[in-house]
């Protein structure tokens, strides 16, 4: 009987796994504190939330329009300096892979 558990149990896995990737389908954008959950910022930065980062980096983010504006490679040092990660593009990466996992159930 312990055979069918397992099979039930990994099915219901699997069947997660196909809504999760159901849903990441169907996202066209996703934000970006939308992605850096507080869970990841609060364990790879210095600060407990995205809100924080923005706040406390030294340059005036309103908008969307004021961060694009913000040179990269000063951004990527600031990262650097207060995050696990090298560059703002490694940080992006990861959260996004944690993203992905959580929707399909992993």
Known sequence: MSNTK??????????????????????????IPGLLTEDFVSEHAKFRDAQ???????????????????????????????????SWSEMLKATTAEHVKRKMGL
């Open 52 to 86: 924080q980062i923005f706040d406390e980096s030294g340059f005036e983010i309103n908008n969307a329009e004021d961060f694009k504006a913000i040179p990269d490679d000063d951004w990527d040092k600031y990262i650097a300096q207060i995050s696990d990660f090298g």
């Open 6 to 31: 397992g099979f039930d149990e990994l099915q219901n896995k699997l069947k997660k796994m196909v809504e999760g990737a159901k849903e990441l389908e169907g996202e066209e954008q996703i934000s």
